[in-house]
Every structure is written in structure tokens, then in C-alpha cells.
């Protein structure tokens, strides 16, 4: 009997798991996050270690007995980020393991084929993808400076932006003038603004995104108008990924795509994946991923090809992305929030480029796109994962 553990690693906590060949959850643990870009990478290693030894008690199991590891971290950004991560994973006791960002375990948790796009909105927001030929690469990620908006934390500054901006007749009449203070503990926004200001406030919680999803449900066009423009933001992202996901050649990766510490096995079942991070502490771990062998034209058909170019166009996305593509939504705001306004904010930026995806929100967390990937790089696809016990709801 195999058993694999997956690994979920983000900025607030940790979460690994253990399951065997039948896809049963025999065990999970949780911990602090282990984010490095945030606690540095020595907490982290000790959130991570913390997680996987309690999985591996719960399992029954010895770090021996994991025939396999992927880890999914968050900060597994670029080959810098892996050349401080790699080192530390390599000093844990298993013998096979991978470690990819976090994003590729949002997809792999949609995407049968583990291919297509990925939008990531919690905390923070980010975009990936994975096409046929296994180029990995990421949009966004970094923060506002680096071209990113609409992760929790920039809800929350903009609903109280929007509290104060409507208060001072800069915006429509809005509940948020009644709401934001009410939830911060003041009577009304003047007395918030200027304590605030007499206190240098500059960040607010994040649970104020709770005030802007209520206020939506009471049809605040203040409230609404924000999260009209996380969809588009976040339809951008999406659309970048899959344009140059199909560009030839892919002129950026993301961090896991662009430095190689291993050689690459396949297997009948699987094609390679291109370039991955692997460590192993006797050998290193076949890195196979499924992949689709054939697709059909990428852009949809009420776009059509005019000319000869976008008939050339068509058959390079073809075989470049599937069609439909998986697009798959990950992170509290696109799995529980699931507002319309958002999610046909990035249904339309898709559509008026054309592209033609099938839309995914899994009911799973990411950790179980770390199991399927422990699977995959064994070269065997892996059944539906069972977590009677609820150990990883």
C-alpha cells in the first residue's frame, strides 16, 4: 500500500494530509503559515514540519511510510523564493517530494487534466495557469505596486475608502456610511475619520469585506460598484494568463517553471511536467503530470477567424490550451462569497476576448490539489479522494 501527503501551505495556516491508494483520508494537520515571504523561512519550516507530523499520527504513519509529497506553499513564487524553500524541505524526512506554489494546487483541485487558468482571491490575489505542452507561468501575486487589486485586504481599505468617499459626496448615498463605522465601533463616519486621522490609522481589518458583501446583498450601488470591479480586475488577470499561456514561445514562467533540480519520469499514463522543483533525499521523485494529447481551437466560434491570421491564431491556442479550457476559482472571496457581479465581471472580459473555458469552483480546499498531484507525479490517476472522518473540510 502507497501513501501520499499533500501539503497546503499559506500565510495564516497550514494544512497537510495523508491519503492511501483508495483516495481515503487517513489523517490531516494543521498549523501557523508557513508563507516565508511573510514569517521568514525558519517559522515556516516549523509550521510545515508541525502540520505533517500531526497528519502522520493521526494516519497511523511514519514519514517513512509517504511514498510521495507535494507541497503547495504560498511565496513559491520565483526561482529566488525556491532557492530559499528547496534547501529547507529537503531537511524533512521523506524521500520523494515536490514543491510547487500554491496556485497549481488551487488548479489541480478544478482541473482534471490540470490544465487551464486559476484565480486565487482571498487575502490577496493572484492568477496562474498550466497549458498543454507544461508551461507553467503566473500574473499577479505581488501586490498593488506590482499591478495587482482586489484580494481581501484591498476590499476592506476600499470599503472604507467608499464609506468615507460617499460621506463626503464624492460617491453616491451608501449604507456603507452607516455600516463601516458601526462595525468599527463608532457612531458615525466623522467621528471614525477623525480618529483615525489623529491616530495615523492606516490599514483597516479585514473582516470589513464582510460590511461590503452585505451591504451588496441590500443593493448598495456603492458596494456593488466595487465588487463590479474585482470581476473585471480579476477577468484581466485571467485573460492575461491564457494569452500568454498560447504565446510561442512563453516568454515568462512562474517560479516553478523556470529552474530545474531534477530529471523528469514518465509513465504511460502521464506526459512530463516541464521543469519542476523535486527533492528527494535518495532519489528524486518522477515529476510526470497528466496532460491532454489533443484539443480543439481555443477561441470560440462567435468569434470566428476573418483571416488567415487568426486562423493561425486559433490553431496555435489549440494546441496550447484546451477548449474549453478549466477555469478555476479558488480563495474565500470566489468560493463562499460567489457573488454574480464578480464572477460575471470575469465571464465577460473572458467572452469579449473570446476565449472559450469551462467555469470550476470546487467544493474542496487546496489541499486536495496537493494529493492529486502526489498521485499524478506516481503515474497513477488517483480516485476520488474520501474524507469520511472530515478531516480536511
Known sequence: MRYFLGVDGGGSKTTAAVINEQGQVLGAGRSGGSNHQICGMEAALVNIHGAINSALVRAGLQPSDIHH????????????????????IETLPLSSWRVVGDTMIGLRSGSPSNTGVVLICGSGTSAAGRNLQGDELMTGGFGYLYGDWGGGFDLARETFRMAVRSWEHREPPSVLTRMVPEFLGYQDVETMYNDCLDHVRDDVPFDLTL???????????????????LGHELG????????????????????AGTSSQTSSQTSSQTSPQTSPHVGAASSHAQTALSSQTSASPQMSSEVGAASSHESMDAAVHSSMLPSPFDLVLIGSVLQ???????????????????????????????????????????????????DSEGYIV
Not at 506553499?73 to 520565483?78: E, I, K, N, S, T
Not at 460590511?211 to 470591479?229: E, F, I, N, Q, T
Request: charged share 20%; net charge neutral; hydrophobic share 45%.
Open 69 to 88: 509529497a507535494v507541497f503547495g506553499l504560498a511565496g513559491a513564487d520565483r526561482p529566488y523564493d525556491m532557492s530559499i524553500i528547496l534547501p529547507a
Open 211 to 229: 460590511v461590503l458583501h452585505d451591504a451588496a446583498k441590500m443593493g448598495d450601488p456603492v458596494a456593488l460598484s466595487v465588487l463590479s470591479r
Open 236 to 255: 484581466l488577470a485571467a485573460h492575461s494568463v491564457a494569452t500568454r499561456l498560447t504565446e510561442r514561445p512563453i516568454r515568462a514562467k512562474s517560479g
Open 336 to 386: 463562499k462569497g460567489r457573488h454574480p457581479l464578480v464572477i460575471g465581471g470575469i465571464e465577460d472580459v473572458l467572452k469579449s476576448h473570446g476565449w472559450n473555458y469551462s467555469l470550476q469552483i470546487p467544493d474542496v480546499p487546496p489541499v486536495h490539489g496537493a494529493l492529486l498531484l502526489a498521485c499524478d507525479d506516481a503515474g497513477f490517476r488517483a480516485p476520488q479522494i474520501v
